[in-house]
């Protein structure tokens, strides 16, 4: 009879900790969560102290029965759910299912499942932590309330069957605004000029290139193009003189080990996993992997919900001597680095690392399946890095006075500058593989590297906030980043203009905002404070899942109509919850609760009592949806007025004698529209034209003689299905906030066709392997990659050519024949499904925006402050 019996929460979990605990353990898996609050609105009581009344979850019977019958045979249970709030709360609830005054219940907690992990949990038991399991239910009580009230007030408002949560509905308002940024930001002209220069006198040296920066002692800022003519007449002849060198040691700290919001943010931009994904495959990596060694699952990483940044000596000792024996001792530093968390962490955890820098990638690759290959090589790459030794660069700037000859200059002296940097010692960036962009790596103050030469922290290379505040300011930029080496030069040396390039003068347009990716809005909810790593995923996936923002392609999000109606009643209604600032003070307060130093029931008094008040008053107030605008069609059915309306899924035409008359009428359909786009298509049915429409679902093919005819047909991408020959079509999962693939338009047929693609095809020929068709990659960097899994061929889009705004293939040709394809057929979704017209009319509503969003940059502050138009 097993003595011990252990409680996890995953099964694959279950299976790793059985290994290392061997006999006289027993253990089994809740399988998460087995009780909630019910979906009843007295599952919490307002007038009781807000006590709740659970219930096992529907489903979980049959687990909880095989928990209390398991505990029934053991002396002892330790409960070792995961170490964070939740996992807390569902310890509770299984010590009150299977509570006997004879069996002694303990808390325990494994923050990496290893040997050693294992065993110091199992020898660390400790009582449940009643005000964790506080903060918990004060957060589920918090989401309870809001959920159901401020729901109901969006279904009265706006429309039936809507809803809204606490904490996502703030991040909805962050992606609202920043659309309002977009659409009212105005381009502003700029103009860059820069000059070739060459030695005046031997010995012949290397030419470079100076850029305008400043006329007659103030900077320069060139706003049109005349003044760019005048200004560039005056370089062509002017005189040019080395008025400073300055040559400097730069160094670059290595950025912290992973917190859970950083490994997002790098996951997103540089694997293009969305959040949800990322936190699932690095569960499945805590968990355990066999590796098929040592008789079963290995725990991989530590625990991936983290916002510490802390480090055991054991990892910080391991790690060291990794390093010195793959990389050299001089990549090691004297002392090891050490980071500061952020002032609201909670520091419960270590930060996110390998549970052995032994285990190396590549030496597991065949055991992993790719995304996990992937992410494993991420965390184990940025911890490896953090503890070794800035990387140093030479750093060469030069200013150069610049005389005017002409008789009347635009100016009397300007001055022009040139920056190089040479990688003088590789130092972190060995590890790195061509990872450019770090997430984090601007928080200077976070992070000291104790053991850099000079013990102090250097600037480091990558500043994104800074980026994004000045992407706007009028300007040239010099581009700090520049890998080149500058000539050697003296100063007072005299200097010539050096064709090509002579004197380059570029035209410039400001750009907007970048919208929020997946990355970039965990970035910002961490830097207000609004979540924390446990809720960051279900964050993101909530407001994809209501239809309130799309993901473009490239992963920005793009509000719907529907998700801006909502905010902005929302906001009109002074609820304290839209406030940013007002939710992440809540978070600090459960933070409070968490460690004991306020009271649950005191939080939620103070909370509610406020909360009723606004929404009492925000009752009262007038319907958010639109007013009906009449028309001057006429209804097919009856002959009377149509009138434009909005329902929650979009604008449509109705009757005005509803519900008497109940014909509606897609937008799409209406005359003049621009939504309605001709192709050569026929209808595979009556055989007449198909056009293009936009709907609740994107575009489709809808044929011309509708509503005698009532075909329609997802848009042809313009390649064929190697398989079958089929078209390939864009196919969106119907759960909302699934990931769009492509597959072939025969997957229903008689003789059905499986064929699938996560990346979109691009009827452009591989100039490579000569391939019908290469895919498009989305992402900080566009790239066109042969779909042919042997081929390797992979080309970076230029920016301002081919579709939409960006092509480049392998050669022009390739970036012709894309640019060309973009033209001549649009970006395809897939075709409403079949309805009756009244259904389909109801259902479709208009795609906001029809140009791609620019995808959001790398930035650094040097070069933060243009983007090429």
Same mark, same amino acid.
């Given at each position: ?818 640019? *060309?394809? #973009?033209?001549?057929?649009? $970006? %395809?979704?897939? =075709? &409403?499904?079949?309805? /009756?017209? +009244?259904? @389909? !009319?109801? *259902?479709? #509503?208009?795609?906001?925006? $029809? %140009?791609?969003? =620019? &995808?959001?940059?790398? /930035?650094? +502050?040097? @070069? !933060?402050?243009?983007? #090429?138009?």
């Amino acid at each position: 009879m097993a003595k011990t019996l252990v409680i996890v929460e995953s099964p694959a979990k279950a299976k790793t900790i059985k290994k290392y605990l061997g006999n006289g353990y027993e253990v089994f898996a809740s399988k998460g969560h087995v009780k909630d609050l019910p979906k009843k609105q007295n599952a919490v009581d307002v007038q009781n102290d807000f006590a709740e009344t659970y219930e096992v979850i529907e489903g979980k019977e049959k687990v909880l029965e095989e928990l209390k019958s398991a505990a029934k045979k053991a002396d002892e249970v330790l409960l070792a759910t995961d170490p964070d709030r939740e996992g807390e709360a569902i310890a509770f609830h299984i010590s009150e299912e299977i509570k006997n005054p004879k069996l002694k219940v303990a808390r325990v907690e494994f923050h990496e499942i290893t040997k050693k992990g294992v065993d110091h949990g199992v020898h660390n038991p400790r009582k449940l932590d009643e005000n964790l399991y506080d903060a918990q239910r004060a957060r589920r009580v918090l989401d309870r309330i809001v959920g159901y009230d401020v729901s109901a007030l969006v279904w009265s408002k706006l429309a039936f069957g809507l809803s809204a949560g606490r904490v996502q509905s703030v991040a909805l308002r962050l992606i609202v605004d920043r659309e309002r940024e977009v659409e009212a930001f105005v381009p502003e002209e700029y103009w860059n000029i820069a000059v070739g220069l060459a030695a005046a006198s031997p010995p012949a040296r290397a030419p470079f290139v100076a850029k305008l920066a400043a006329a007659d002692g103030r900077k320069l800022e060139v706003t049109n193009g005349e003044v760019a003519a005048k200004v560039r007449a005056d370089l062509e002849t002017a005189r040019y003189r080395v008025a400073k060198v300055v040559r400097r040691e730069q160094k670059r700290n290595p950025p912290a080990p992973y917190t859970t919001s950083k490994l997002q943010q790098d996951a997103t931009n540089y694997l293009h996993f969305g959040a949800k994904r990322t936190m699932q495959i690095a569960q499945a990596l805590y968990e355990g992997i066999d590796l098929k060694r040592d008789g079963g699952p290995v725990g991989l990483i530590t625990y991936m919900r983290t916002d510490s940044t802390r480090v055991s000596d054991d990892a910080i000792a391991e790690v060291r001597g990794v390093v010195a024996k793959r990389y050299g001792k001089e990549y090691v530093p004297e002392r090891p680095n050490v980071y500061k968390s952020k002032k609201n962490a909670q520091d419960a955890h270590e930060a996110i690392r390998p549970t052995s820098v032994e285990i190396h990638p590549d030496s597991i690759k065949k055991h992993l399946k790719d995304e996990q290959y992937k992410l494993y090589k991420l965390i184990w790459n940025r911890f490896v890095a953090s503890q070794m030794n800035p990387a140093v660069y030479d750093r060469t700037t030069v200013e150069i006075d610049v005389a005017p000859t002409v008789a009347e200059p635009a100016h009397r002296s300007y001055l022009a500058r040139a920056s190089g940097r040479i990688l003088k010692f590789t130092g972190w960036l060995q590890v790195t593989e061509g990872q450019q962009e770090f997430a984090g790596e601007d928080e200077a103050d976070g992070a000291a590297a104790a053991g850099a030469a000079d013990g102090a922290a250097a600037a480091p290379a990558a500043e994104a906030a800074a980026a994004d505040a000045e992407r706007a300011a009028p300007g040239p930029a010099a581009d700090d980043d520049a890998e080149a080496l500058l000539p050697d030069m003296k100063e007072g040396e005299a200097l010539v203009v050096s064709s090509p390039p002579g004197v380059v003068t570029d035209q410039k347009f400001t750009q907007p905002p970048p919208r929020y990716n997946e990355g970039s809005l965990v970035r910002e909810l961490e830097k207000r404070g609004i979540g924390r790593p446990s809720t960051y995923a279900e964050i993101i996936s909530k407001v994809q899942q209501r239809a309130y923002v799309e993901k473009r392609d490239g992963g920005a999000f793009q509000p719907t109509l529907l998700g801006k109606f909502v905010v902005d009643g929302l906001v009109r209604s002074n609820l304290d919850i839209m406030d940013p600032n007002f939710t992440a003070q809540m978070e600090e307060e459960l933070d409070a609760v968490g460690a004991g130093n306020l009271k649950r029931e005191q939080l939620l008094k103070r909370f509610y009592k406020k909360f009723r008040e606004q929404l009492d008053k925000s009752k009262k107030l007038a319907p958010w949806k639109p007013e009906a605008e009449k028309t001057d069609l006429v209804c097919e059915e009856c002959g009377s007025q149509m009138l434009k309306k909005w329902g929650k899924n979009g604008w449509f035409l109705s009757c005005e004698r509803y519900p008497k008359c109940k014909a509606t009428r897609d937008l799409s359909d209406t005359r003049g529209s621009a939504a309605v786009r001709e192709t050569d298509i026929s209808c595979d049915k009556c055989g007449k034209p198909m056009i293009i429409k936009t709907g609740r679902f994107g575009d489709f093919l809808s044929c011309t003689g509708y509503p005698a005819c009532k075909n329609t047909r997802p848009v042809p991408l313009g390649v064929a299905c190697p398989n079958c020959g089929g078209d390939l079509i864009e196919i969106r999962p119907r759960k909302k906030g699934g990931r769009t693939f492509y597959g072939c338009s025969n997957w229903n047929a008689e003789q059905k066709c499986d064929f699938k693609l996560w990346q979109k095809p691009v009827p452009v020929p591989c100039p490579q392997c000569g391939a019908k068709f290469v895919t498009r990659t989305a992402g900080k960097k566009a790239m066109l990659v042969c779909a042919t899994k042997d081929c390797g061929f992979k080309q970076e889009i230029v920016e301002g050519e081919g579709e939409d705004g960006e092509g480049g293939g392998a050669s022009p040709d390739a970036a012709a024949a894309l640019s *060309a394809v #973009a033209a001549a057929a649009p $970006a %395809a979704r897939p =075709a &409403a499904p079949a309805a /009756a017209p +009244a259904e @389909r !009319a109801e *259902a479709a #509503a208009p795609t906001p925006g $029809a %140009a791609k969003d =620019a &995808a959001e940059k790398p /930035a650094r +502050a040097a @070069r !933060a402050r243009r983007t #090429a138009s």
